[in-house]
Structures are given as structure tokens and as C-alpha cells.
């Protein structure tokens, strides 16, 4: 992934994402502790393993799906409205 050819030849998807945290990560001072430059490192870093492993985009398609599902039920009237559910009061047993 990290040379740049795509399955097929040419630019692979995810390499313009690599090539930008490359560089940010060479321009960043070990030596130095640049909070900014870090986070920009940091943000592109995201953007790269974004890019290889969808986690975010899964992760959104999975919440739009559950909520879906939840307004399509509550539509059909057997909804509670999505509320937190009441949890009856402790007893003890023998009361």
C-alpha cells in the first residue's frame, strides 16, 4: 500500500492519504514537543487509516441502519419512544 501502485497500476487509493502523514511525520522535531504539528500528524494519520479500513464509514452506515429500524418500529406503533427503559424498584425477597 505505502508504494503507491494500486492493484491495477497507477496511484493506489489510499497513497495520497500516506504521502500526507509521511510527510507531516518527517517535518515533526522529536525533539521538540510541537503540540500543533502532533495533531495535524495525528489528524492525518486518522484520515489514512480511514481510508484503509473504513471504520468510521461502517460505524456511521451501522447507526443509520439502528435508527432505521427504530423509527420503522416505532411508526408501526410498537415503539416505547426510544426512551430509556424504567427499571422497577429493588425488593427483597419475602416482601
Given amino acids: 500500500m505505502a508504494s503507491g ?3 491495477k497500476g497507477g496511484l493506489g487509493r ?3 492519504f ?6 507531516c ?5 522529536p525533539n521538540k514537543p510541537d503540540l500543533e504539528k502532533r495533531l495535524q500528524c495525528y489528524m492525518d494519520r486518522e484520515d489514512y ?14 447507526m443509520i441502519g439502528n435508527e432505521d429500524a ?5 411508526a408501526a406503533g410498537g415503539g416505547d419512544g426510544g426512551g430509556p427503559k424504567h427499571m422497577p424498584e429493588h425488593t427483597e425477597p419475602g416482601e
Fill in 14 to 16: 489510499c497513497y495520497p
Fill in 5 to 7: 501502485f494500486g492493484l
Fill in 18 to 23: 500516506f504521502s500526507k502523514f509521511k510527510e
Fill in 49 to 62: 487509516m480511514e481510508c484503509l479500513h473504513h471504520r468510521k464509514e461502517h460505524a456511521r452506515i451501522q
Fill in 70 to 74: 427504530r423509527q420503522k418500529v416505532e
Fill in 25 to 29: 511525520a518527517d517535518s515533526v522535531d
